[in-house]
Each structure stands twice: as C-alpha cells, then as structure tokens.
C-alpha cells in the first residue's frame, strides 16, 4: 500500500510563511509527479503546485512568486515553501502523488489526509 503523510500545516500571521512536507512511503516503483491542492472551507479543491520527476513544476497563477514547490526524489518527498501568505490562503492543503507502485503501467493517484494552513489578519 502507499501512503502519503503531510505535516508543517499550521497558523501564520498575513505575510508570514509556512513550509510543507509530504512523503510517499510504500510500495513505489517509481513516482511520475507529486504536488499540493487545497481545500478551502464552501469551496473545490484546486490545483496549488506541481512538479515532475524531472523537476519541472507548474504554479497556480495566486500563487506564482509566493510559493515554491521542490522535490527530493530519493527520500519520495515533496515541500511547498510559502511565503507572503494571504487570509485567502487559508485552507486544507493535500498532498498529491502519480505514481506506479508495481509497474509503469499501473500508474494512479493518491492523496494525502490533508493538513490545515491557517492565515490570520
């Protein structure tokens, strides 16, 4: 089975910054991309950072400059480092990973519980 653990969630004052953590842990035969959604209270999750096994990484347009998702593929982890944080920041941030536990043929998502980022003004 595969698992996904965040941690570094917490509450920040406006400006402030904050830095996540999530690792992949398992059966993983190799891992295509991982990334960060959240989740704000009444609304959809929506898509924050991602970034490849190649390192190549796509931003939501409210966060690009804020935000700065990295990766170390050798420990199957993924950070988000966010900076500046706004009120409207505020939400449950998810963890996301694509990837093939057995074969590359079987290549799905999985998800993370969540942990909860709270930005006061």
């Known amino acids: 089975q595969v698992q996904l653990v965040e941690s570094g969630g917490g509450l920040v004052q406006s400006g402030g910054s904050l830095r996540l953590s999530c690792v992949a842990s398992g059966i993983i035969f190799s891992i295509n991309s991982m990334g960060w959604y959240r989740q704000a209270p009444g609304k959809q999750r929506e898509l924050v950072a991602t970034?490849?096994?190649?390192?190549?990484?796509n931003y939501a347009d409210s966060v690009k400059g804020r935000f700065t998702i990295s990766s170390d593929n050798a420990k199957n982890t993924v950070y988000l480092q966010m900076n500046s944080l706004k009120p409207e920041d505020t939400a449950v941030y998810y963890c996301?990973?694509?990837?093939?536990?057995?074969?590359?043929?079987?290549?799905?998502?999985?998800w993370g519980k969540g942990t909860l980022v709270t930005v006061s003004s």
């Open positions: 996301n990973a694509r990837l093939s536990p057995y074969s590359y043929s079987d290549s799905r998502d999985y």
């Open positions: 970034i490849t096994s190649g390192r190549r990484t």
